[in-house]
């Protein structure tokens, strides 16, 4: 299968703290897994990405974690902020596929004050 | 963040009518890559291609659409006789290379079928 399960749907946290997204996927031929951020009548807009040679990737903010044993991968956002709130999409492809993104369910994120 | 241009940003179309959009992919990317994003938010892959080649596309694509990527045109992506269901954003993303490479969406067209 290529499914790719993302939890939770809706997310609230409160400004300052951090939100985490999970997400796993079925495929272990997986390679690369990017996350993107779409905001309301917007495109989808990459974040960060990590590939399967990588266990950890941090940038401005964004953490993302990837457990290939368990074929699983995650974002976390610290010190969130107003502005973060959006929906988040994450995403895994393959190469033998043609590297065309399977996408998760999508997370609501909203940041309260 | 993304050069893709993709156009028009909207279309609205009868049921039975053609739909096309149009993508330019970001300058020297030969990778195109075509998504749907339906009105709960999924994505469906349609097609990519590696220069004008079809490298992979679902079988809705194959029988309902006609899409190619001829050297020095825009990209496009043609729904032969749309229908309700086709109502979406159709995103066009376009990477360096096939292995592992980021993919960067344009700013879609959304098309209603009415």
């Known amino acids: 299968g290529e499914q790719v399960e993302q939890l939770p749907s809706i997310l609230r946290v409160q400004e300052g703290s951090s939100a985490s997204i999970n997400c796993t996927y079925e495929?272990?031929?997986?390679?690369?897994f990017p996350w993107y951020k779409q905001e309301p009548g917007e495109n989808p807009k990459l974040i960060i990405d990590?590939?399967?040679?990588?266990e950890r990737k941090q940038t401005q903010g964004l953490i993302v974690l990837l457990d290939k044993k368990a074929k699983r991968f995650s974002l976390h956002i610290t010190d969130t902020q107003p502005g973060d709130s959006a929906m988040y999409f994450c995403?895994?492809?393959?190469?033998?596929?043609?590297?065309?993104?399977?996408f998760g369910q999508g997370t609501i994120l909203k940041v309260y004050l | 963040n993304s050069k893709v241009i993709q156009t028009p940003r909207y279309l609205v179309k009868g049921q039975g009518q053609k739909a096309k959009m149009r993508c330019i992919p970001e300058?020297?990317?030969?990778?195109v890559f075509w998504y749907q994003q339906n009105k709960n938010n999924e994505f469906k892959f349609l097609i990519n291609?590696?220069?004008?080649?079809?490298?992979?596309q679902i079988d809705m694509t194959e029988k309902r659409f006609s899409a190619e990527c001829p050297s020095n045109s825009p990209c496009s992506l043609e729904i032969q006789s749309s229908e309700a269901g086709d109502s979406a954003l159709y995103l066009c993303?376009?990477?360096?290379?096939?292995?592992?490479?980021?993919?960067?969406f344009g700013p879609g067209t959304r098309l209603l079928v009415l």
């Open positions: 990590i590939r399967s040679n990588m």
């Open positions: 993303a376009s990477s360096l290379q096939v292995n592992q490479d980021t993919q960067y």
């Open positions: 291609f590696q220069n004008q080649e079809v490298l992979q």
């Open positions: 995403a895994a492809s393959i190469t033998s596929s043609g590297q065309k993104l399977v």
């Open positions: 495929n272990s031929a997986s390679n690369y």
């Open positions: 300058k020297g990317h030969p990778v």
